[in-house]
């Protein structure tokens, strides 16, 4: 079965960091190019990052750009997203994609994880 599974959520002060993991199962992860993307409440999904299927490309939304990072360790079939100087406005689901699109949008990205929550609070 194939299956992407995030962990690495949680509740954080802003200010704070949460580094999120996106591991696969039933195949491997250095075929797909990876995007996070997250979800707040009443809101539509957004595309936070994305990674090309050998770690040489990534891109960020401006809205993240100098505070996260994303890496990939193909050996490990995992993809992370370090998230630095969290704010409120982080707070959402964050989910993971693999896929043969490069981008941050939602489109051309075929497995999809279930989501972890982060909750940024002051």
């Known amino acids: 079965q194939l299956q992407l599974v995030e962990s690495g959520g949680g509740l954080v002060q802003p200010g704070g960091s949460l580094r999120l993991s996106c591991a696969a199962s039933?195949?491997?992860?250095?075929?797909?190019?990876i995007g996070w993307f997250r979800q707040a409440p009443g809101k539509e999904r957004e595309g936070v990052s994305c990674?090309?299927?050998?770690?040489?490309?990534?891109s960020y939304a401006d809205s993240v750009k100098g505070r996260f990072t994303i890496s990939r360790d193909n050996a490990k079939n995992t993809v992370y997203l370090l998230m630095n100087s969290l704010k409120v406005e982080d707070t959402a689901v964050y989910y993971c994609?693999?896929?043969?699109?490069?981008?941050?949008?939602?489109?051309?990205?075929?497995?999809w994880g279930q989501g972890t929550q982060v909750t940024v609070y002051s």
């Open positions: 990674i090309s299927f050998s770690g040489a490309s990534s």
């Open positions: 994609a693999a896929g043969p699109y490069y981008g941050l949008a939602q489109r051309g990205y075929d497995y």
């Open positions: 039933g195949f491997t992860l250095d075929q797909y190019n």
